[in-house]
């Protein structure tokens, strides 16, 4: 835990694009299960380093380390509110970038364990979301926490929160993906 007061920074990518069907969707990580997001549905990213230019900067290297993602490749639509996460003191910056349909997800094993693709539309059908128990690296005897299953996981917490923001401004077309 981040014990100086202020909270630490960070930046996750949020990569959409259509799909070969036309959807359009949302690459997310499953960490590994080291550390203290380990086993979790994630976006790509990261702590902010000293030598980023930005957190924009820290997202994008950030998206390259772990799943491949060429910073070229990446045409930034928005920066979104940054959610604050009381239990690690860390805010957490996000930027929606449109990424090519055709790109080659190549996830870094030493961090994520797969890249996960769900449509948007999915991921805000009310019918998915439910209360789950899930059993993160910080609570071994579990949590009951607001989630969508995403194929056999479970996508809850900070990058639901962040998702829950950007998702209907997805499918209301504020931005052109």
């Known amino acids: 835990m981040n014990g100086s007061g202020e909270p630490a920074l960070a930046a996750v990518l949020v990569p959409v694009f259509r799909g070969t069907d036309s959807r359009l969707r949302i690459a997310l990580i499953v960490r590994t299960d080291r550390g203290i997001h380990g086993g979790q549905i994630a976006l790509p990213g990261g702590k902010a380093e000293e030598d980023d230019e ?40 996000a930027y929606l970038g449109r990424v090519p349909p055709d790109v080659r997800w190549r996830a870094n094993a030493d961090e994520v364990v797969e890249v996960l693709t769900p449509a948007v539309d999915e991921l805000w059908d009310p019918a998915a979301r439910r209360e789950l128990l899930v059993r993160p690296a910080r609570f071994p005897e579990g949590l009951l926490v607001d989630a969508i299953p995403v194929g056999e996981r479970v996508l809850w917490g900070m990058t639901l929160r962040l998702l829950d923001d950007v998702v209907p401004r997805l499918l209301a077309g504020e931005w052109d993906v």
């Open 54 to 93: 930005s957190l924009l900067a820290t997202a994008l290297r950030e998206a390259e380390e772990e799943v491949g993602l060429d910073p070229a490749e990446v045409e930034i639509l928005a920066e979104i509110d940054p959610v604050y996460l009381t239990v690690s003191n860390f805010q957490v910056h």
